[in-house]
């Protein structure tokens, strides 16, 4: 597994760039080694990311919800994906 940060901006990348699917299992696979040691926010909030833009929620376990201020757009809904 490559450094996880390295590895999270990748997934941020292909998210930006609609590789939705591809991007969910690079997080995927980093949420399953990083999180026996601590949890990374990071990855969890990026899958999210990616599943809420393929509007696939069900089945996560969404651990928060909470309205994010966003400039020029309003407010936004974030969803931690666990």
Known sequence: ??????????????INAGKL????KLLTSIIDDTDKKAPNLGAHVARGTARALRRELQGTDAC????????????HTLFLAA
């Open 1 to 14: 597994m490559p450094d996880p940060s390295a590895a999270i901006g990748l997934a941020v990348t292909q």
């Open 21 to 24: 699917d591809e991007a969910d």
């Open 64 to 75: 928060c919800v909470m309205p994010v201020p966003c400039t020029n757009l309003g407010m």
